[in-house]
């Protein structure tokens, strides 16, 4: 007998079927607001991150509002109590959480009016509740994004779920961006009831973004275009050549001596130059040019649009021109000078890097010449990879001690005896085992900074041979060091020198350090103070290249110097030229009023040596006498005791008059201890 249906299954059966919406709504509410809580627990908040939140939290305020518009089931009467008085705990949970949720919330009906709003809305807006409920919703939108506010409607009137972002206003004007998620509700006929919108003031986010990207493409400074940006529009520009077949150069900037301002007037000062530079260059500009900076104090300008016909040398000195005019910082005129390099731009495939490469070229040539400005060429390349290649090697002959000291003798025009030495520096190249001329790697060693290690070596050692040849009881000589500008500005010179003599055991005495006249002048203050300490230690000093410096003759007689040197530029035009004779005859008769011993380098010749004799000049040195020679080649000469065949005081002109009858020609060393 077939049983019958049990009427409470039945219902039961109903009951399930009729719960599975909300529970299906429930469900997909959790793992929304889950995927979001993870995503942030992980350290992997995006703006969807947002959105899932978002979204989770809005389906349960949406199936907390449906329960309680929900009839119940028939039901006794004290079950209908304990059952409501649960629905009540339950919707005040949901409220709260709904309430105090970090997103504004908001829910309309299918026309777009408000019907609920929570706390956090009233926050961002700025607007009560009491003001939104009723109206409809977007009010607050700017139209700035107007059209992505209609497209969004048009989306979610469609059925479909909106996601991004919107430009709003808050009632004091203030526009914020935030972050939108804009969902439909369907009812079981797929006929929309209700919308829930939730959105996040992103505004902060958004102002770090827009930093982050001006940082990427803006020099932060003088918010000029930065390399990367630079190399984006070479490419455009390169596309534009090609079509319309033009030309490209790239100019690349720096300023000289850039350093002396941050040292004497402050960074400060340094970045107000800097940006009145690149004021200057975007002034100079002209339409489609770009002004780059990217790094210190170098600048660039892409020029595109060049005819071959247009003169990029004429261009370049017209804006140096414009740079070049004094700069007012702080109540002071600054002078500052720029240098340019350029590089025209004929392969149109050719990759930025390399453009800028050869303009960096060019400019360092124009720099190291002294020029205004240098224009690239294929040679320029070719000297750059030979200074690598002579720096990587300097420096490895300095760290494995594969430098030599070569020594030049001073010579006595009253006794024709060697009364000192200079010490010069001598570098044997490790591939062709030839000597580098050092006025190839002196200058390469300044701009590597390799100077200062340079000068301490070439110290020490002359120091150390100087007491060896004390030693091994040979005639005291003095031994001139020459010091760079480098180190006299550097600091703890002094002690450096304190230290060489302490532990080499010369007596200073026995030496002279060489300073430039330029050296001196650029700051005369500083080289006052620092050649009164040095004079201290009872070392003798001297003024090397004199005439050339164009130093102040009141702070010359405030450097306690015992010697000058003339320049080899003036005795090489001896006696032939005017005005080199009368440089050197002038030099000659004001250091002997200031109490000072005066030598002449480069003498080469007879006639420059009588000339110099007649003058009263008291020392020479230079080839006529010898070749700077190995230490063990001098101190055979110092062993000899042989003295130089030099004229009396005589007019140039008259023969030589040999006193020495050991030495058959000027030259005293054998030329098997010479070298070049």
Same mark, same amino acid.
């Given at each position: ?410 010579? !006595? $025009? *009253? ?5 000192? =030495?200079?010490? +010069?520096?001598?570098? /044997?190249?490790? %591939? ?119 130093? !102040? $003759? *009141? ?5 306690? =110097?015992?010697? +000058?040197?003339?320049? /080899?530029?003036? %005795? ?105």
């Amino acid at each position: 007998m077939a049983s019958e249906p049990n009427p409470h299954a039945r219902r039961a059966g109903r009951g399930t079927i009729k719960c599975l919406p909300y529970f299906l709504m429930g469900l997909f509410a959790l793992l929304s607001a889950g995927a979001g809580v993870w995503q942030l627990l992980d350290s992997r908040a995006t703006p969807r991150t947002d959105a899932l939140l978002a979204l989770g939290f809005a389906t349960l305020l949406l199936l907390t509002w449906r329960l309680a518009r929900k009839p119940g089931p028939p039901q006794g009467p004290h079950t209908h109590i304990r059952q409501n008085d649960a629905d009540a705990q339950s919707l005040r949970k949901f409220g709260e959480l709904i309430e105090h949720s970090v997103s504004a919330m908001i829910i309309t009906n299918a026309d777009g009016v408000i019907e609920y709003v929570n706390a956090r809305f009233s926050e961002i807006t700025g607007y009560p509740r009491e003001e939104v409920i009723g109206r409809k919703a977007g009010f607050w939108c700017s139209h700035l994004t107007a059209e992505t506010f209609h497209a969004m409607w048009q989306r979610v009137r469609a059925g479909q779920v909106w996601e991004g972002e919107l430009i709003n206003q808050r009632k004091n004007g203030e526009e914020y961006w935030a972050s939108v998620t804009l969902s439909p509700v369907l009812n079981g006929s797929r006929v929309i009831t209700h919308f829930l919108g939730v959105q996040n003031d992103i505004s902060e986010r958004r102002r770090i973004e827009e930093q982050l990207s001006f940082l990427s493409h803006f020099d932060a400074l003088t918010h000029l275009p930065n390399r990367t940006l630079l190399a984006q529009r070479h490419a455009r520009a390169c596309a534009d050549a090609l079509r319309d077949g033009t030309l490209i150069a790239l100019v690349s900037l720096g300023i000289v001596h850039f350093k002396r301002i941050n040292d004497g007037f402050g960074r400060n000062a340094g970045d107000l130059a800097l940006k009145e530079i690149a004021q200057r260059l975007t002034r100079c500009a002209r339409n489609g040019d770009t002004v780059s900076r990217h790094g210190g104090t170098e600048f660039s300008m892409l020029m595109p649009g060049l005819r071959p016909t247009d003169d990029i040398a004429e261009r370049i000195d017209k804006l140096l021109a414009t740079i070049n005019q004094p700069i007012l910082i702080e109540g002071e005129k600054l002078l500052l000078t720029v240098s340019a390099g350029a590089a025209v731009v004929t392969d149109r495939d050719e990759a930025f890097d390399s453009v800028l490469h050869k303009a960096t070229v060019a400019l360092h040539h124009a720099e190291r010449q002294g020029q205004s400005h240098c224009v690239y060429t294929e040679s320029l390349d070719l000297d750059a990879q030979e200074r690598l290649s002579i720096e990587n090697g300097l420096r490895a002959a300095l760290e494995r001690g594969g430098m030599e000291l070569h020594y030049q003798p001073k010579v !006595s $025009l *009253s006794t024709g005896r060697m009364v000192g =030495v200079e010490a +010069l520096a001598r570098w /044997r190249h490790p %591939v062709s085992d030839e000597y580098v001329p050092p006025q190839r790697f002196i200058p390469i060693a300044e701009e590597c900074d390799l100077i200062q290690l340079l000068g301490s070596w070439a110290l020490r050692e002359a120091c150390r041979q100087n007491q060896a040849w004390r030693d091994a009881g040979l005639p005291a000589v003095v031994v001139a060091v020459n010091l760079s500008a480098h180190q006299l500005g550097q600091p703890g010179l002094v002690e450096m020198v304190t230290r060489v003599l302490e532990d080499t055991g010369l007596d200073p005495a026995l030496l002279q350090l060489e300073l430039t006249e330029s050296a001196l002048v650029s700051d005369p203050d500083r080289a006052l103070q620092t050649l009164g300490q040095l004079k201290a230690l009872g070392l003798q000093l001297a003024i090397d290249d004199f005439g050339t410096g164009y130093s !102040s $003759l *009141s702070y010359l007689s405030r450097f306690p =110097v015992d010697e +000058l040197k003339i320049d /080899r530029s003036f %005795v090489k035009e001896l006696p032939s030229d005017a005005s080199a004779a009368a440089i050197s005859t002038s030099v000659i008769d004001l250091a002997h009023r200031m109490d000072l011993r005066v030598i002449a380098e480069g003498v080469e010749s007879a006639d420059q040596l009588a000339f110099l004799a007649h003058h009263g000049c008291d020392e020479i040195q230079g080839y006529y006498c010898s070749h700077p020679v190995s230490a063990e080649c001098l101190a055979a000469l110092l062993q000899s005791g042989k003295r130089f065949v030099l004229p009396h005081r005589q007019l140039p002109g008259r023969p030589l008059l040999v006193i020495d009858h050991e030495v058959a020609r000027p030259p005293a060393i054998d030329t098997r201890c010479s070298t070049a």
